[in-house]
């Protein structure tokens, strides 16, 4: 459910949501405000038992969610046939088994996401890892089988190592080029039970820590590795171009009533970013269309994500008339998006419209009638 700007009002949003106990498949995107994923059970019927799953993706804080976009190819170059609606990308989160594995975004990578997913009508048990350049967008398989990654250099470098549960390696990959290429380096002797891929906080390092096991009897170790020796030298101004995060979605350039640009250094560049680097944005405000708005409290999608705004049957609300009232303001079914910053376009078909509470008490005056000419 979603509040409206007061937090006091709620509309449902995504119904179904995956679950296990507290933990629930929703995970917002960082780095790229408005963005949420979400796994639905898709019911034939009341019961959740082995019901299938799907991935959604929601571009404007759940207002409208939608089926991910699979990619053109696999990790190989082979055509990939799969077409929505019958056949889309889907994420292992939370509540899957492969527990640490999930959708990854930081805010000192914008627009760069990493997930664990798989092809088809339904998540399935196989796991690859797929990423998106643009904000969730678009996808492409990066790797096959499950990895442990973590983004270095404010995402100028991937790092990736063998999923523990799969198997045990000595060879982790790098990619300076947001996973277009993949590098192996060995950063161990013996092969190695691979746990955790973690760095310092804000992503902004060049040096990675592994730790994990050689054997039963091995206990914890640590391979701390140090990248900086991959880039040749630092970025320049030549090196950035500026992106914005909608620009490729359904003609739409803005999201939450706003239009954002940001600096991103161009991927086929291998150059340092730096930790001090601090990555330049502007944004300005956009003009309100329909992807600003969402259903109102009382209100739902008439097909369950992206249909006309309906009432609810279920919901009772309060009679406006009930306490004297000449009038009151009846809602479209449609509210603005809580935190979106829109401002003219279409706004006025979604105001509240007037209504009175009954004929005998609408204003009276004289009336006629004119011919023309």
């Known amino acids: ?13 995504l119904p179904d949501l995956v679950q296990s106990g507290y933990i629930f498949d929703l995970q917002w995107i960082e780095g790229v405000n408005g963005t949420m994923v979400a796994n639905q059970y898709v019911r034939s019927d009341s019961s959740q038992t082995n019901s299938p799953i799907r991935t959604l993706i929601t571009f404007n804080n759940g207002g409208r969610w939608r089926l991910i976009a699979p990619p053109d190819v696999d990790v190989n170059g082979n055509a990939v046939n799969c077409e929505p609606p019958s056949c889309s990308l889907h994420f292992f989160m939370d509540t899957s088994d492969y527990f640490r594995l999930g959708v990854y975004a930081q805010d000192s990578a914008p627009g760069l996401i990493v997930a664990h997913g798989s092809l088809g009508a339904q998540l399935s048990t196989d796991p690859d890892v797929y ?7 678009t996808w492409s398989e990066t790797l096959s089988n499950s990895w442990g990654m973590n983004y270095l250099d404010h995402g100028g470098l991937l790092v990736a190592a063998r999923d523990y549960h799969q198997a045990s390696s000595r060879v982790l990959k790098y990619s300076v080029d947001e996973g277009l290429h993949w590098q192996d380096y060995t950063f161990s002797n013996v092969n190695a039970y691979v746990f955790g891929v973690i760095t310092e906080p804000g992503e902004t390092t060049t040096i990675v820590s592994l730790y994990g096991w050689t054997s039963g009897s091995s206990g ?9 020796s991959v880039f040749p030298r630092v970025c320049t101004d030549n090196d950035y171009y500026t992106w914005s995060p909608w620009d490729e979605r359904f003609g739409q350039a803005c999201t939450l009533g706003y239009h954002i640009n940001i600096e991103r250094r161009i991927n086929n560049v291998t150059c340092l970013n730096t930790r001090s680097y601090v990555r330049e944005t502007n944004f300005e405000i956009c003009p309100c269309t329909s992807e600003d708005y969402e259903c109102d409290y009382g209100f739902f999608h008439v097909d369950g994500l992206t249909g006309p705004c309906v009432k609810d049957r279920d919901v009772s609300l309060l009679d406006p008339c009930a306490t004297g009232s000449i009038s009151y303001n009846q809602s479209s079914g449609y509210r603005l998006i809580a935190g979106d910053l829109c ?12 209504t009175y509470c009954c004929s005998s008490q609408q204003p009276t005056g004289t009336t006629g009638t004119t011919q023309g000419p």
Do not use: M
Not at 220 to 228: M, P, R
């Open 1 to 13: 459910y979603l509040s409206d700007s007061s937090g006091v009002l709620y509309s449902l949003s």
């Open 131 to 137: 990423i998106s350049r643009n904000g969730g967008i």
């Open 220 to 228: 914890w170790i640590v391979w701390t590795v140090y990248f900086a």
């Open 343 to 354: 401002s003219g376009g279409v706004e006025q078909f979604f105001y509240p419209v007037l």
